[in-house]
């Protein structure tokens, strides 16, 4: 099973609304980042946060993470509708390199 | 600066076809991936090179995949014979890595369609 899995899979909101996601994870992790990605292209890097980190800010966007119950959350505050796009989670292991990728959520926001 | 550069961007082909995928990762950059996307399995490391070195092949779903980096400017991703259930959206990705879990920057990905 994959290490991180976001929630919901599927999220509608009005522009200007906050949307919030939800991600958990299983094994100990060097940090956590979330990427975006719109239809049809690459995935983009939006944010990293460190295992000894609980909070971070970039813009409209807020991610808190909670290592004792292996979860993170992203916040994205007074949205448009150009924020429409998959939102993955991706977990970095402690020994290794590379990045384990959530499911996503299909963040939607409608004008 | 150039992003990461992946070729084709669409690929159709018939069943039983050799396919190749190309990528250049932003220059610099000393690990490179490639990922393979579909609706059903989500996102999924095939293999990840460091250095030009295969570190991990342990996603390369079959001996019909193989993958090389001659050099630290391109890497192929060859399926020979493809099949239907190959098709997917296959990305390549690149970072700086002198440490663990550094930041990923991403290709457009090539579109494949195995007939």
């Known amino acids: 099973s994959q290490q991180g899995e976001e929630d919901p899979q599927a999220l509608s909101i009005q522009e200007g609304e906050n949307a919030t996601m939800n991600c958990s994870y299983k094994t100990s992790i060097n940090n956590l980042q979330w990427y975006r990605q719109n239809s049809g292209r690459g995935l983009v890097h939006l944010i990293l946060?460190?295992?000894?980190?609980r909070e971070k800010h970039s813009g409209r966007l807020r991610v808190t993470l909670d290592t004792s119950k292996k979860s993170s959350s992203l916040l994205i505050t007074a949205s448009r509708a150009a924020d429409t796009a998959s939102y993955f989670c991706?977990?970095?292991?402690?020994?290794?390199?590379?990045?384990?990728f959530g499911s996503g959520t299909q963040l939607t926001v409608l004008p | 600066d150039a992003g990461v550069i992946q070729s084709p961007r669409h690929e159709v082909t018939e069943m039983g076809q050799e396919v190749t995928l190309r990528c250049k990762p932003i220059s610099g950059h000393n690990s490179l991936f490639w990922y393979r996307q579909t609706m059903m399995r989500g996102l999924e490391l095939l293999i990840y090179f460091n250095n030009n070195v295969p570190i991990d092949d342990s996603g390369m779903p079959e001996d019909r995949f193989s993958a090389k980096m001659p050099n630290a400017s391109f890497s192929t991703l060859k399926i020979q014979p493809s099949e239907p259930r190959d098709s997917a959206v296959y990305f390549c990705?690149?970072?700086?890595?002198?440490?663990?879990?550094?930041?990923?920057?991403f290709g457009p990905g090539t579109r494949l369609t195995v007939l």
């Open positions: 946060i460190r295992s000894n980190e």
């Open positions: 990705a690149s970072s700086l890595s002198n440490r663990t879990g550094v930041v990923q920057f």
């Open positions: 991706a977990t970095a292991l402690r020994a290794a390199r590379q990045l384990t």
